[in-house]
């Protein structure tokens, strides 16, 4: 088995915390969800996001070719993951049972596989595909309750996770602004959307559940995009979400330590079939000899990875993010679909 480089855990290690920043925040949610309505918990959360990643945003401002370049797809993820999505999930717990909603929310994973696959071109083998089939078996077995009610509501809810997919593919893309910036961006338009829904329907505030939800999502939310975002760069969409959704096992854990809700045998199941799924993910890197075309782009890196060979005036070599230029290169080593690697295969 070829051995993944630095890049590729590191990504892999972020999007793993990320998973665990928003599962811890499930339990916390819940709680805040007894005193704020569905809108308003969701578009506080967002806000809360956005104020926490704010100042990494402003720090660094993308030049004009970056925004005419990704701007498009920026409105994109933004519009579906952060409207879109939360819109077609509100009226999927309008028209079906919650139970039948969660479980239909493991769909999410497979459809961003899907898009990452035929539409942005990332390679995925047969590890990450059985993968995917064992992760979304499991949280299939960990939101089972027997109560499911294939009906209108089961489409809105299939199409939110269309929506997500969507964005989650296009954000692992996109190069042309940070990942706080896009954080930002999502967090902004989503929790202006969410909580403006929100008043107009049931306008109870109050300050300390409103303090609270702002703090979970500067972590759950902020923080925990903002990870996944960056992991997900190093390793593709596909694996990053793949990786991603052990945050509802997560959820389910804490759930059980701080709330005090039954471990029943169907989830320990369900964790030990998701368990079994990450070890192929995490073991899924490939090695041939590819081609890298031109390329101006910018995202964090170093110059130690093959890759980032260009020099800086004052001779810096360590993490750094900043645009820069990649020539024409052809060479063999072990590799995921990150920026450099969504060739053809």
């Known amino acids: 088995m070829a051995v993944l480089e630095a890049g590729v855990r590191r990504g892999l290690v972020r999007c793993g915390v990320a998973a665990v920043l928003f599962g811890a925040a499930t339990p916390a949610a819940s709680r805040l969800g007894e005193t704020l309505s569905p809108f308003v918990l969701a578009g506080v959360l967002y806000l809360g996001a956005a104020f ?88 299939g077995l960990l939101g089972w309750t027997g109560d499911v009610d294939l009906r209108a509501g089961a489409l809105f809810a299939a199409g939110a996770c269309v929506a997500w997919a969507l964005d989650n593919t296009t954000t692992a893309s996109l190069d042309a602004f940070s990942p706080p910036q896009i954080t930002f961006a999502k967090g902004a338009v989503a929790g202006s959307v969410n909580l403006l829904i929100g008043l107009s329907i049931d306008g109870g505030l109050t300050a300390l559940a409103v303090a609270g939800a702002l703090l979970v999502g500067a972590l759950g939310y902020g923080a925990s995009i903002t990870l996944w975002i960056s992991g997900a760069r190093e390793v593709g969409a596909a694996r990053g979400q793949l990786i991603f959704a052990i945050a509802p096992f997560v959820g389910a854990a804490l759930s059980w330590v701080i709330l005090g809700d039954a471990v029943s045998g169907r989830a320990l199941i369900a964790i030990a079939l998701a368990a079994a799924g990450m070890s192929l993910v995490l073991r899924s890197g490939h090695e041939h000899v590819h081609v890298h075309e031109p390329v101006t782009h910018e995202h964090e890196h170093s110059h130690d990875d093959g890759h980032h060979d260009h020099s800086h005036p004052d001779g810096f070599t360590g993490r750094h993010s900043h645009r820069h230029d990649h020539a024409t290169v052809e060479h063999r080593h072990t590799h995921v679909p990150d920026l450099h690697h969504r060739h053809p295969h």
């Open 52 to 139: 926490a990643v704010l100042p990494a945003a402003a720090r660094q401002r993308p030049d004009r070719a970056s925004v005419r370049a990704g701007l498009p797809r920026l409105a994109v993820a933004v519009l579906f993951g952060g409207m879109v999505g939360p819109v077609l999930l509100m009226l999927a717990l309008d028209q079906a049972p919650a139970s039948t909603v969660s479980l239909l929310l493991n769909l999410e994973v497979v459809f961003t596989v899907v898009l990452a696959a035929l539409v942005f071109r990332e390679h995925l083998g047969r590890r990450v595909l059985v993968g995917m089939a064992a992760v979304a078996t499991a949280g």
